[in-house]
């Protein structure tokens, strides 16, 4: 599996970034999409996931701003961040796998959230 995420970039306090990412290869095993994030000098942490048939978590600190979605025929999987802070600064990574994201990752995407 080939994970492409996008959507990055630099962005003002309480602007709003869409993250992209597309799977491609054998995907017939992905259940779950996630997307992860690492600061520096921080470890990588799950911020949210999205099943299959739709279920999602998130991170207790992005309830309410961040939104993850997926497009089963597309096997794409978004992340609206909306409301970002500077402490949303990190390198997010996309990750997949059968019963948690992390089977596969992709390539990171930096969001950079200045004050």
């Known amino acids: 599996v080939q994970l492409q995420a996008s959507g990055g970039g630099l962005v003002q306090a309480g602007g709003s970034l869409r993250l992209s990412c597309v799977a491609s290869g054998n995907t017939f095993s992905v259940n779950v999409f996630g997307w992860y994030r690492q600061a520096p000098g921080n470890q990588r942490e799950l911020v949210a996931s999205i099943r299959r048939r739709g279920s999602t978590n998130y991170k207790e600190s992005v309830k309410g701003r961040f939104t993850i979605s997926r497009d089963n025929a597309k096997n794409t999987v978004y992340l609206q961040m909306n409301s970002l802070k500077p402490d949303d600064t990190a390198i997010y990574y996309c990750?997949?796998?059968?019963?948690?994201?992390?089977?596969?990752w992709g390539q990171g995407t930096q969001v950079t959230v200045s004050s």
């Open positions: 990750g997949v796998g059968t019963s948690w994201p992390n089977d596969y």
